[in-house]
């Protein structure tokens, strides 16, 4: 590993006596202690190759003592050394001397400025110290390598190295330590000697009562993986009686059987249901289904409905929002379980209840699972009760909420069919075509194409098309505008003879709009569907239009049809059909580069039609816009008919 200059030419040399064995180390040293962070972050990911260039015996005794006082670094450079540290079993000599990463060392022959440094470290070992810190994934990161690294101890390795590590982090005094020890019982309790699993159980008895909340929790996500690997004597006898203070786990019912899940942890759930804690009630209102489905399959209708259905009511009603979501993602599945009968007449009413709360995540977790319930009740008796609210929501005045129906408007159709949506949805998604905010109609028109792919070209022609082909001629620009958005969006998925029989003498017709905006969106859409349309159809149709909107006297109407008579164009000559030199732009009042350059002053710019357009443009469109977090120009082009590029000097096209 000698490089170019030795260990005693630089900073952090580790000595005078020129071994460059030692340089390795050094320059470990130098980046370590650099106030660059990402330096220190490169030097931590290269402790592989720094280990290997020591070797097996060196770098138990000299590089993990050295690595020690790194704890106290930036997050991210700690981050990288937990996961180094977890594949660094081979590094330091095998299986054999795993224990060496748990173990501190005392054994460092160093040159002297090294020793320096190592001396101002503490001797806990560095995964211990990181399992310690502050930082959460951190720590996460420190324990999943030392999970790894306990498959790779003997048993008697086992509980000589690694046990009292496990020991030392639960008894830990900071909370961290004893976090982390909660992930580390399961790995290490299977193959210990059954004096010091009885020490480990106590142990882990003693954080699910620990007196802080964070350790609590962290036992609780643990409680079912720990009592997978414990006997089935323990689990009763211990486990059990820390369920009735802990979150629920979906492992623990099948770990200790169907008796004492009836007698012991359904009691147990009912207190978690009805805890004061927010917390631990969102947890336990997401295992409702997960619990349930698990009962014992004789009884289980009835164990529902008399001990687990009356604290689900008083859910649905809960205070905290994050209860009431929890419960929404899940109780639809219930209805799978209770049967018709009991949907109809006891979940049904609390369906509704949540579909019109006033949090939108409980309303769209109970829409994004109505297909549970369809296939229960059936569609009629669903159109009856839960429909109403849909179609209720979907008219809200808050436009949030609309929008939030809409985006769950193809997963509901698919749920009910396409003749139940024409029946009771279809106008609904008509009339958001024509919402007053820009953010509805935009929604509205990917709505259709979704809707389209899902329910067939042949639909589309016979339901769709017509309806949107009508708002071509209605007295609102904004509204004809979104004709055109729709035709982009439908035709790929209608295909060529829809668009060029329908779609396509629409959009030619409206080129002669008198807003500018329309007729440079008219160009616009020639140039999205002319890779749909035969050649036929580009020649004789489209190409005359484009070459008039061409000589238009809003530049960016020109802009925009000279942009897509060049994509036609190269689309005729993909198609192997002539195109005239004469065709191809030509002179300055046709170069698609004159209208980028900078304008003079005494040119139209457009900027009456943008000042008109701004006028009229509703403020809602404008406030959706904002809203968005996008500059109004690089939102619809129709708004206030803004776009930046074509007023750029040539220089920033260039850059």
Request: with cysteine; net charge negative.
């Amino acid at each position: 590993m000698a490089g170019a200059a030795g260990p005693g030419t630089g900073p952090g040399a580790a000595g005078g006596d020129g071994d460059d064995s030692l340089y390795p180390i050094a320059v470990l040293i130098d980046e370590l202690r650099n106030e660059d962070v990402q330096l220190r972050l490169n030097s931590i990911k290269k402790l592989s190759t720094i280990a290997l260039a020591l070797g097996v015996e060196r770098t138990r005794t000299e590089l993990l003592p050295f690595l020690t006082d790194t704890i106290y670094d930036e997050d991210e450079v700690l981050l990288a050394l937990a996961e180094q540290l977890g594949n660094f079993t081979g590094l330091v000599g095998g299986p054999d001397f795993a224990h060496c990463l748990l173990t501190p060392s005392g054994n460092c022959h160093l040159g002297h400025e090294i020793l320096a440094v190592l001396q101002k470290s503490c001797l806990q070992p560095p995964l211990e110290s990181l399992a310690t810190v502050e930082e959460t994934v951190v720590r996460d990161k420190a324990v999943e390598s030392l999970r790894q690294i306990s498959q790779e101890h003997t048993p008697v390795a086992l509980e000589a190295h690694f046990v009292p590590l496990v020991k030392r982090l639960a008894s830990g005094d900071w909370f961290t330590s004893r976090t982390s020890a909660c992930g580390l019982f399961s790995v290490c309790y299977p193959r210990a000697s059954n004096a010091v699993k009885a020490e480990i159980r106590q142990h882990f008895r003693s954080l699910c009562s620990d007196d802080t909340p964070m350790v609590r929790r962290a036992a609780a996500s643990k409680l079912g993986e720990f009592a997978k690997v414990l006997e089935l004597d323990s689990v009763k006898s211990e486990i059990v009686p820390l369920f009735t203070n802990l979150a629920s786990d979906e492992q623990l019912q099948k770990a200790v059987g169907p008796k004492i899940t009836l007698h012991d942890l359904i009691p147990a759930f009912q207190n978690l249901l009805k805890d004061c804690e927010a917390e631990v009630r969102a947890a336990a209102a997401h295992k409702v289904k997960e619990l349930c489905e698990n009962l014992p399959t004789e009884g289980r209708e009835t164990i529902i409905m008399n001990q687990i259905l009356p604290y689900v009511k008083e859910l649905v009603s809960d205070t905290n929002q994050h209860v009431k979501s929890a419960l929404a993602s899940v109780i639809m599945g219930l209805s799978t379980i209770l049967g018709k009968e009991n949907t109809i007449e006891h979940l049904l009413p609390l369906f509704l209840a949540q579909l019109k709360d006033e949090c939108p995540e409980v309303r769209l977790n109970i829409i994004s699972n109505l297909d549970c319930v369809n296939e229960v009740i059936g569609i009629r008796q669903l159109s009856q009760s839960l429909l109403p609210a849909i179609v209720e929501l979907a008219e809200d005045a808050k436009w949030r909420v609309r929008l939030a129906i809409i985006e769950y408007m193809p997963l509901l159709a698919g749920q009910l069919g396409v003749e139940f949506f024409d029946e009771k949805l279809n106008s609904l998604c008509m009339a958001w075509l024509v919402d007053h905010v820009y953010a509805i109609r935009e929604a509205a028109t990917n709505n259709l194409m979704k809707l389209v792919q899902k329910f067939g070209t042949e639909w589309a022609q016979n339901t769709i098309v017509p309806k949107v082909l009508v708002m071509a001629n209605d007295p609102n620009y904004l509204h004809r505008m979104t004709t055109l958005f729709c035709i982009n969006a439908l035709s790929e998925a209608c295909g060529q003879e829809i668009t060029t029989k329908q779609m396509l003498p629409i959009v030619l017709k409206m080129a002669g709009d008198q807003v500018a905006n329309v007729r440079f969106n008219v160009a616009k859409s020639l140039q999205k569907i002319g890779p749909i349309l035969d050649t036929d159809a580009l020649q004789e149709e489209v190409k005359p239009v484009l070459q008039k909107l061409g000589q238009d006297e809003d530049m960016d109407v020109k802009y925009f049809a000279q942009e897509a008579i060049s994509a036609v164009a190269q689309r005729l000559r993909k198609l192997d059909f002539p195109v005239k030199d004469s065709e191809e732009p030509s002179g300055p009042g046709a170069d698609k580069n004159h209208f980028l350059r900078p304008r003079g002053p005494g040119e139209d710019t457009g900027k009456a039609h943008r000042e008109r357009a701004a006028r009229v443009a509703p403020e809602e469109a404008v406030g959706a816009a904002r809203f968005r977090g996008t500059d109004v120009a690089k939102g619809p082009a129709y708004q206030l008919h803004v776009h930046t590029e074509t007023h750029l000097p040539n220089w920033k096209l260039q850059n």
